[in-house]
Structure formats: structure tokens, C-alpha cells
């Protein structure tokens, strides 16, 4: 007996920015859809970065699945589907044939079709204990990568119990966005010692298009240490992208 899934949200915005934020990382993923709502996890091709999300149950008009069923999917695919959805549709997703149907909804109705692939993730998150959460408006990342990306390919994060700090540097060129706490772009500072790490600017400039679902986001850092970040929507979303420190040699 086939796998029964449909759901439909009248959101499109939450899955259209989701999945377009995770096309950046991720070609091919497979989402797990259980009673509480669609979730993703996977590692991209390079190993340097992980994805994981969870689009609630609650967040849909409509969620109906039997039992737990995988759908794997090319996300490049997705995201060019998604991406002809309007503000005011309802979106329909339902397993049909081996295949998921994508339906529209608003002033017209559209249709697309798209194969399941065979492919199988288990990924697990990294046990990670970081010392320093940094809640912050995501405008304020926008323009650390902004200005990091006229100076290099890398960017600083650093943080103490009085700021956070986002800097590039390179052929004797410098850039810096210094956010003090107090600001009212630093939400919430948590930090007792000094830490500093460097990241791919590239990797960084692909999660922050999740800044579309919301205004605020949260950093997790630690020193020479990866970092996460993490986009939340009240019993809607949660998506987190966890990322390895480039290495300095010395």
C-alpha cells in the first residue's frame, strides 16, 4: 500500500524560504514526515556544514500522514516550484504515484509533479557545548557579511560579555561592525570569557537567506570552535545551520 501524505499551508512564505535557504547547501535531501510536522537533516557535500529543520505540523492548515515516511527529494527542483508560489496561495503537498504533487492556490490554480529519488540520510547532529549564545537581529548579520565580503573571503566572530564583534581582514584592508551590549540590535548577550572564531564567508552569506522568515536569530559560538545559528518561528519553524571554523595555520 502506498505511503499517504497531504498537507496543505497557507504560508507559502515559510516553506518557500525554508527550502530555498537549505537549496544553497543541500542538492538532494530526504524529509522525514511524522505526525509532528517535516523535518530535514543533512550534511552538504563538503562536510563543513549541516542543515536541520523541523517545519511544524501547526504551521499547516492541513498535515495528514499515516506513519512515519521519508520522501527524498532534488531541492533544487523544490525551490524552483516554491518559487512561483504568491503570498496569498495555499500550497498543497501530497505524495501521489511516487511522486509529490505541488498545488496552488489563489487566483489560479497550478499543478506541478516531482519524482521521489532514492536516496537514504541518517544524519546525526554533533554533540556540541558552546559557551557564548548571542541573540541579534538579522539585519545586523547582513551587514557584518556585507562588509566582511569587500575585504575577504573570511569573516571573525568574536564576543565577550560586553559586545560582539563581526571582522574581516586582509591586504592590509580591515573591516569591522562592533555591536555593544545595550544596542538594540543585540537582542540578548550571553558570555563570560573571550572567544573568537573564523568562518567561510561564503557558507554564511547561503544561511542568512533564512533571515527572509524572520527578524531576529541566534548565534551559538565558542573559541577556535564551530558555531550554529539558529531561526525560530513560534510553533511554526526551527532552522539551524551548523558550520566548522576555518583553521588558521600559523
Known amino acids: 500500500m502506498a505511503d499517504k501524505f497531504k498537507a496543505v499551508i497557507d504560508e507559502p512564505e515559510l516553506l518557500k524560504e525554508s527550502i530555498n535557504a537549505l537549496s ?6 530526504v524529509f522525514k514526515v511524522t505526525k509532528s510536522g517535516l523535518e530535514l537533516r543533512a550534511m552538504d557535500a563538503a562536510n563543513v556544514a549541516m542543515a536541520d529543520m523541523k517545519l511544524l505540523a501547526s504551521a499547516f492548515r492541513t498535515f495528514e500522514v499515516e506513519k512515519d ?4 527529494l532534488n531541492l533544487s527542483d523544490l525551490t524552483s516550484i516554491l518559487k512561483r508560489s504568491k503570498g496569498t496561495d495555499s500550497v498543497t503537498l501530497e505524495l501521489k504515484d511516487n511522486q509529490l504533487l505541488v498545488e496552488m492556490k489563489g487566483g489560479t490554480k497550478r499543478s506541478f509533479n516531482l519524482p521521489l529519488l532514492d536516496i537514504k540520510q541518517d544524519q546525526k547532529i554533533p554533540s556540541l557545548d558552546f559557551p ?5 537581529k538579522t539585519e545586523a548579520i547582513e551587514d557584518g557579511i556585507s562588509d566582511a565580503e569587500i575585504v575577504g573571503d573570511a569573516v571573525i566572530l568574536e564576543a565577550d560579555p560586553d559586545s560582539f564583534v563581526m571582522r574581516a581582514e586582509g591586504n592590509n584592508r580591515k573591516a569591522e561592525v562592533r555591536i555593544e551590549k545595550g544596542n538594540d540590535l543585540l537582542i540578548e548577550l550571553k558570555a563570560k570569557d573571550h572567544v573568537k572564531s573564523i568562518f567561510p564567508l561564503d557558507y554564511l552569506k547561503k544561511f542568512i537567506k533564512a533571515a527572509k522568515l524572520c527578524k531576529e536569530a ?5 573559541n577556535e570552535y564551530p558555531m550554529k545559528i539558529d531561526f525560530r518561528v513560534l510553533d511554526k519553524i526551527q532552522l539551524s545551520f551548523i558550520l566548522a571554523p576555518r583553521i588558521e595555520s600559523e
Open 24 to 29: 544553497t547547501l543541500l542538492t538532494e535531501a
Open 69 to 72: 515516511i521519508e520522501i527524498a
Open 132 to 136: 557564548v549564545s548571542i541573540k541579534i
Open 218 to 222: 541566534t548565534l551559538y559560538l565558542g
